[in-house]
């Protein structure tokens, strides 16, 4: 089993910063891919960002340019790094990571979900 444990959530005044931290722990022998989602009440959840083991990262298009995500590898720990924050940033982000387990004698690929950490910037 793989745990992550999100933090880094809180209030923040519009055109502040915040940082989340996820870290994945237990039964990993690699991480192919680690991201945020973030999901609005009555909403689908989208994708905010998210970074492959190669280093590409993946933005959605309100966050370029504001947005930062980044691995820590030897940790297993992502982070988002949130600038210039806008109050339609206010929702509950959802970290995930795409995680290579060994299960016996076989490799298996699955992904894992944090608990998810409310955000909100105000006025």
């Known amino acids: 089993q793989v745990q992550l444990t999100e933090s880094g959530g809180g209030l923040v005044q519009a055109g502040g910063s915040l940082r989340l931290s996820c870290a994945a722990s237990?039964?990993?022998?690699?991480?192919?891919?680690m991201g945020w989602y973030r999901q609005a009440p009555g909403k689908q959840r989208e994708l905010v960002a998210d970074m492959t083991s190669y280093g590409r990262t993946n933005y959605v298009d309100s966050a370029k340019g504001r947005f930062t995500i980044s691995i820590d590898n030897a940790k297993n720990t992502v982070y988002l790094q949130m600038d210039s924050m806008k109050s339609e940033d206010s929702v509950v982000y959802y970290c995930?990571?795409?995680?290579?387990?060994?299960?016996?004698?076989?490799?298996?690929?699955?992904?894992?979900w944090g608990q998810g950490t409310q955000v909100t910037v105000s006025s």
């Open positions: 237990g039964s990993i022998v690699s991480l192919n891919a």
């Open positions: 995930y990571a795409d995680v290579a387990q060994l299960l016996g004698e076989f490799y298996t690929v699955a992904e894992y």
